[in-house]
């Protein structure tokens, strides 16, 4: 596997490949993989003739300073993950590379409601750093193609405003599903931190969700967000719900009647004690 540290030494790489035709899969990662990334790295193995992962904790996406700081780091096992699925090539960029000034550092984009609603109104911020590090990762490797899990919902639909809308670049974005573990828990990297009874407790995410598909055609969506609301909250080990929302898959609405749109997804945020999940399913529509 190649790796790069410098923004430089990848950009002249990659200027190679592209000169030779060929097509550039990428994964922006922030480490900590998992069965998740793994999934989408080999399936831009499969559509692509190149790779890159990147893993870079980025800092300005964070908008509580004890969630960045105990963000899990694993930069030895992730190397080893990458190499034994054949993953030719990762970039592991510095602070300075990613972020070289201030006018960099405090780039904006406006993404109107998308960012406002459900992760953007509980984490101020984290929209505007997650289109700092993507629009400055895509500035170094520009990309074929861009692959994103459908777990974070929000994110995907900021990237592709970013991406198609903003910045107007020819990059076709891949949404791959999102990964689970056995009970249905959303593979995610915060997941470590979870205490045995919180992951336990955990399976009620995916439970609320299949049960709130399940009934979608007996209750209004105003009923059916109040039935997931009450099961949440059952479980002691969730401390808040943050949101639980029912949208308009593409505007991030919310909606009144299963007639207000052809897709609908259902979007949730919790609390356990220290860590904050996040997961969707659609229930009306495939993504
Ligand atoms: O989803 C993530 O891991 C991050 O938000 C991303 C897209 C790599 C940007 O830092």
Same mark, same amino acid.
């Given at each position: $596997?190649? #790796? ?32 998740? !990334? ?31 700081? !105990? ?17 030719? #090539? ?31 109104? !509980? ?12 629009? @400055?990762?895509?500035?170094? #490797?520009?990309?074929? %193609? ?40 959303? #593979?995610?990297?915060?997941?470590? %931190?979870?205490? &045995? ?9 995916? &439970?609320?969700?299949?049960?709130? %598909?399940?009934?979608?055609? %007996? $209750? ?6 109040? $039935?997931?609301?009450? $099961? ?6 969730? @401390? ?46 495939? !993504?």
């Amino acid at each position: $596997m190649h #790796i790069f540290k410098k923004a430089s030494d990848i950009k002249q790489f990659i200027r190679k490949l592209k000169a030779e035709g060929q097509s550039l899969g990428f994964v922006p990662t922030m480490g900590a993989l998992h069965e998740g !990334h793994l999934q989408l790295i080999r399936r831009a193995m499969s559509e692509n003739e190149q790779v890159v992962v990147s893993i870079f904790v980025n800092p300005t996406q964070f908008d509580e300073a004890s969630d960045f700081s !105990h963000y899990p780091r694993s930069i030895e096992q992730d190397i080893l993950l990458l190499e034994s699925i054949n993953c030719p #090539i990762l970039f592991l960029p510095s602070e300075e590379d990613i972020y070289p000034d201030e006018a960099l550092r405090n780039r904006t984009f406006d993404f109107g409601y998308l960012e406002k609603t459900m992760e953007g109104a !509980h984490r101020p911020g984290h929209f505007r750093g997650v289109a700092q590090v993507v629009s @400055r990762l895509l500035e170094i #490797i520009p990309a074929t %193609r861009l692959y994103l899990g459908q777990k974070d919902y929000q994110q995907v639909k900021i990237i592709h405003r970013l991406v198609h809308d903003i910045l107007k670049l020819p990059l076709e974005i891949v949404v791959c599903p999102t990964a689970r573990e056995v009970d249905g828990l959303a #593979i995610s990297s915060r997941n470590v %931190r979870l205490s &045995k009874e919180e992951r336990q407790a955990a399976t009620a995410l995916y &439970k609320t969700l299949d049960r709130a %598909r399940k009934e979608s055609s %007996r $209750m209004t969506p105003e009923e059916l967000k109040k $039935m997931a609301v009450e $099961m949440l909250l059952q479980v002691p080990e969730i @401390r808040e719900v943050e949101y639980f929302e029912i949208v308009n898959a593409d505007t991030l609405s919310p909606v009144s009647s299963w007639g207000d749109s052809s897709q609908i997804i259902a979007c949730l945020a919790v609390r356990m004690h220290e860590v904050r999940l996040i997961d969707n399913m659609f229930l009306k529509g495939i !993504h």
